[in-house]
């Protein structure tokens, strides 16, 4: 069965600089969420989107921003990079909107700013 | 949502049934209980959720006490694979945006 997709896998940037991650959720699915995971730390939800409309908000940086597109892929804007901005970032989609379909998440991408 | 509380590290010896509890204690009446596990480095992975009755997939069983403020996540015969963290959490739909606690920190010992 599809899957979450998300590129890149790994992603090196230097400090001050901007990045963009993609993610394309599973077919028939219209909602994304985006989450960071430090090293060592839990999954933080950054921000969720659901018919290209922004749904929640979590601790997510002013530098950051997303969106989500016609086709429903997603995709996460991260300007002005630190270091702190080193983590996994992950993916995930589901389908409907309060019902109890699960998350299905993406393998990440590993983001590491120097 | 309730909150929940899972012991932070379980060792289980392959091969055995691995027995993972959460208490949720505050859970109210329309709130399910979802576990999901992430396996190092990797996206997390939905295992299987239930409101009150138990249930039962082809990865895992979920037994909910009567009252619902626990449950307990049981992998039946485990491999090494099954070494991860799993994550217990309370949500009205299963589609809303999970908020991770620590977890507990499964290793399957040889």
Same mark, same amino acid.
């Given at each position: 069965?599809? /899957?979450?997709? %998300?590129? &890149?896998?790994? +992603? @090196?940037?230097?400090?001050?600089?901007?990045?963009?991650? #993609?993610?394309?959720?599973?077919?028939?699915?219209?909602?994304?969420?985006?989450?960071?995971? /430090?090293?060592? %730390?839990? &999954?933080?939800? +950054? @921000?969720?989107?659901?018919?290209?409309?922004?749904?929640? #908000?979590?601790?997510?940086?002013?530098?950051?921003?997303?969106?989500?597109?016609?086709?429903?892929?997603?995709?996460?804007?991260?300007?002005? +990079?630190?270091?702190?901005?080193?983590?996994?970032?992950?993916?995930?989609?589901?389908?409907?909107?309060?019902?109890?379909?699960?998350?299905?998440?993406?393998?990440?991408?590993?983001?590491?700013?120097? | 949502?309730?909150?929940?509380?899972?012991?932070?590290?379980?060792?289980?010896?392959?091969?055995?049934?691995?027995?993972?509890?959460?208490?949720?204690?505050?859970?109210?009446?329309?709130?399910?209980?979802?576990?999901?596990?992430?396996?190092?480095?990797?996206?997390?992975?939905?295992?299987?959720?239930?409101?009150?009755?138990?249930?039962?997939?082809?990865?895992?069983?979920?037994?909910?006490?009567?009252?619902?403020?626990?449950?307990?996540?049981?992998?039946?015969?485990?491999?090494?694979?099954?070494?991860?963290?799993?994550?217990?959490?309370?949500?009205?739909?299963?589609?809303?945006?999970?908020?991770?606690?620590?977890?507990?920190?499964?290793?399957?010992?040889?």
């Amino acid at each position: 069965a599809a /899957g979450v997709i %998300q590129s &890149p896998r790994h +992603l @090196i940037k230097e400090k001050r600089e901007t990045a963009t991650l #993609k993610c394309y959720p599973i077919p028939r699915h219209d909602t994304v969420y985006w989450y960071q995971q /430090g090293p060592g %730390q839990d &999954p933080q939800f +950054l @921000i969720s989107f659901y018919e290209k409309m922004q749904s929640d #908000k979590g601790s997510i940086p002013d530098r950051f921003s997303a969106q989500q597109f016609s086709d429903y892929h997603s995709e996460l804007n991260m300007s002005s +990079l630190e270091l702190g901005d080193s983590a996994l970032y992950f993916c995930a989609s589901s389908s409907g909107q309060g019902d109890n379909s699960p998350l299905h998440f993406g393998n990440g991408t590993r983001l590491t700013v120097t | 949502d309730a909150k929940t509380t899972q012991p932070p590290s379980m060792d289980c010896a392959e091969g055995r049934a691995a027995n993972l509890p959460c208490n949720h204690s505050t859970i109210s009446g329309n709130e399910y209980v979802y576990w999901y596990r992430q396996i190092h480095s990797q996206g997390p992975q939905y295992i299987i959720h239930g409101l009150k009755n138990n249930e039962t997939n082809e990865m895992a069983s979920l037994i909910i006490t009567e009252d619902r403020k626990s449950s307990t996540l049981i992998l039946p015969h485990a491999t090494l694979r099954d070494t991860a963290v799993y994550y217990c959490i309370v949500l009205n739909f299963g589609n809303e945006k999970l908020t991770f606690g620590t977890g507990t920190r499964l290793t399957i010992i040889p």
